[in-house]
């Protein structure tokens, strides 16, 4: 049987993994390195990476261990809609106006990795310092949904409007159409539910 020339391979992908080079070999086996799309570079035996017996470093069993049950799952997958689906209600806000991920948080193993120590139950991810930037471990924080909606482009309403909403005489269908909102933030704001210090 032909022995196959390895380095013709070089840079082919096997499932979630793309092969280096060629680095050791016996009577018996052949050894391949290989880096992951997590970014883990690992040793492998030829035979397991060419049949796929081997497909990852080890991520993508502990990517179904984490299960798309998780919160962050959808968080992750919500993220990408409105960056890179078109077809999504978001899409106008976020990837029509160029905001991206960063190529790490691609792959939710990654995006999980970063952030399950820092996510707490009701927070949102929040693009930050650079409210213009892309989403990246480096750009972003976790946040309450009050604090995420002054932060959004599409708030029309700060402080001093929800004040000025506060002591006015107008109704409240009048004020909806004054400030671009809807009524039932009107009576939020009046009521003193949200925007408030």
């Not at 050894?31 to 492998?44: D, H, L, M, Q, S």
């Not at 930050?128 to 309450?144: A, I, L, M, Q």
């Not at 107008?170 to 159409?177: F, M």
Request: glycine residues 6%; proline residues 1%; contains cysteine.
């Amino acid at each position: 049987m032909k022995k196959i020339n390895i380095e013709e391979l070089y840079g082919k992908k096997y499932n979630y993994l793309i092969l280096i080079k060629e680095v050791k070999s016996n009577d018996r086996r052949r050894y391949v390195e290989a880096k992951c799309k997590c970014g883990v570079i690992k040793v492998f035996e030829w035979d397991n990476l060419r049949s796929g017996k081997s497909q990852s470093c080890g991520c993508k069993k502990k990517e179904k261990m984490i299960g798309r049950e998780h919160t962050l799952y959808r968080i992750w997958r919500d993220m990408k809609q409105r960056c890179y689906n078109s077809k999504c209600p978001a899409y106008k806000y976020y990837g029509e106006k160029g905001v991206f991920i960063d190529d790490r948080w691609l792959y939710y193993e990654v995006f999980y990795n970063d952030n399950v120590n820092k996510y707490k139950k009701g927070l949102e991810l929040d693009r930050f310092p650079d409210r213009k930037g892309f989403y990246s471990v480096e750009n972003t924080r976790w946040v309450t949904h009050k604090e995420n909606m002054r932060n959004t482009n599409r708030c029309r309403l700060d402080i001093d409007k929800a004040n000025e909403i506060r002591n006015s005489d107008k109704n409240t269908k009048e004020l909806s159409i004054i400030y671009g909102v809807n009524m039932e933030t009107i009576r939020n704001v009046k009521r003193n539910e949200s925007w408030t210090i």
